[in-house]
């Protein structure tokens, strides 16, 4: 172990209890995290075979381990793992995660003979326990999961481990950079990175990494849900004004925003945004207003996002309580986990959450795919290339700020035959850009097909 791993893992074993603590609190609001928190520290109670029962058509005869810490690399795992199970019938699915809401996204994709677990925290030993206890035969991080002991661990037990659908901001790389002894070894340890972008890899190689392929992001393989999207647009067209979204908003965004309704939407700065969009409806007086539909990102928010919006003398109807219909109100919450089609089907257009305050942006691409077009802020490093492409492509539109973004999103909704252009070319943005997974699915049984054959072959 080099001298600055052997520090890390001082300090890894030393956090254990502020950890079990943190996560104690974090179980007062989220329960999720109250739950199983011995499988952190590597201890699992439950013997193997009761974990994993024994299927005659797995092809591999171990699992297929995928880490998606939490809700956005669920989704992408999900898309991978759907690749996995059409080219590799029967495998059995390993699956960890680091929050809650990525692990009940995550019991979703599960199958009998399946198991989850939380990622082990990085210590040797918790890593030591979590891989003999699962004897995983592949091991897939999602996006930006690279753990020093962990990747340790894996190579020192012969687990060829991957990282998928990797990214790596600037921000991250310098930050690896002033950790280079502790990240460039873990880097250089994995077996095989397939980046989304060229300006990923290219960050990726600078740091140590094995990069093989740039395959795209595996997010624009998505396939909204056929029924949430229907409903979303059977409630749109039901809807008496356009519908716009503050779609994944973060800490910060919903007040920005609220300084903005609360000035009712200047009828000058609207013009001038539906200028911008068509030029034949300069000076055009733009009639009637819009419904605001706010869908926060985290679900420990929806009561703080609510309260909000109250002591601004708004008035709110919850997801939660609509029976039929939305019910009137000045303000729709989308306060439930897992509609995101829905929600995408019932808006017009999305202001993109994360992008007006310096956070790097949600993922565009499942409303791309929804033919829900997108206005982004100035703050989408963590998307920047499917930003830039979207943009490029019609399916996008910057601004400066978020006032700006309420005026463009408004003059957007407002305007029928702009806003179907600007939903097909969202359509068409998403089909373009599509087969990341099955490439990386491909890429991933050329690693663990050849080893099986191999560990076969010296059984027999």
């Not at 056929?226 to 919903?254: C, F, H, K």
């Amino acid at each position: 172990m080099n001298p600055a791993r052997a520090l890390y893992s001082v300090v890894t074993w030393g956090a254990q209890p502020l950890l079990r603590r943190k996560l104690r609190r974090r179980a007062v609001a989220e329960p999720g995290y109250g739950l199983a928190i011995g499988e952190r520290f590597g201890q699992y109670p439950a013997p193997i075979d009761s974990l994993m029962p024994h299927s005659s058509s797995d092809p591999l005869g171990r699992f297929v381990w995928i880490h998606a810490v939490s809700l956005g690399e669920t989704r992408a795992a999900a898309i991978l793992l759907a690749a996995l199970r059409e080219q590799l019938p029967g495998m059995r699915l390993l699956l960890t995660h680091g929050t809650a809401t990525g692990r009940a996204e995550g019991e979703k994709l599960l199958l009998p003979g399946d198991v989850q677990v939380w990622q082990p925290w990085d210590t040797p030993g918790a890593v030591a326990r979590f891989l003999r206890k699962f004897r995983p035969a592949i091991g897939v991080l999602m996006e930006t999961e690279v753990w020093p002991n962990l990747v340790a661990g894996c190579r020192r037990r012969g687990v060829p481990l991957v990282l998928a659908n990797a990214r790596l901001n600037a921000k991250s790389l310098r930050n690896a950079q002033r950790l280079a002894a502790l990240a460039r070894p873990a880097y250089g340890a994995l077996t095989a990175v397939w980046a989304q972008t060229d300006d990923d890899a290219d960050r990726l190689r600078a740091i140590g990494a094995q990069v093989r392929g740039v395959f795209g992001n595996l997010k624009f393989d998505v396939v909204p849900d056929a029924r949430q999207l229907a409903q979303g647009r059977a409630w749109r067209d039901q809807a008496t004004r356009p519908v716009v979204m503050l779609a994944s908003s973060r800490e910060g965004e919903e007040a920005l925003w609220l300084e903005i309704f609360k000035q009712k939407r200047p009828p000058a700065l609207i013009q001038k945004a539906q200028g911008a969009i068509n030029s034949e409806a300069n000076g055009a007086q733009v009639a009637g207003g819009v419904q605001w539909l706010i869908v926060p990102r985290h679900p420990q928010r929806f009561d703080e996002v609510h309260q909000l919006l109250l002591r601004a003398g708004l008035t709110v109807s919850r997801r939660s309580t609509w029976a039929g219909v939305p019910e009137a109100a000045d303000v729709w919450l989308g306060d439930s986990l897992g509609e995101m089609a829905l929600y995408y089907g019932l808006a017009h257009v999305a202001l993109l959450g994360g992008s007006f305050a310096p956070l790097g942006g949600q993922n565009l691409i499942e409303a791309a795919a929804c033919g829900c077009p997108v206005v982004l802020g100035p703050h989408t490093f963590n998307f920047a290339e499917a930003a830039e492409l979207a943009c490029s492509a019609g399916a996008a539109q910057r601004v400066p700020d978020i006032g700006a973004g309420v005026a463009h999103a408004t003059a957007l909704a407002l305007d029928s035959s702009q806003q179907r252009a600007a939903s097909e070319r969202a359509g068409r943005f998403a089909t373009e850009h599509r087969g990341g997974a099955e490439a990386t699915a491909r890429a991933i049984l050329e690693i663990v097909l050849p080893r099986a054959a191999g560990a076969a072959a010296l059984a027999g």
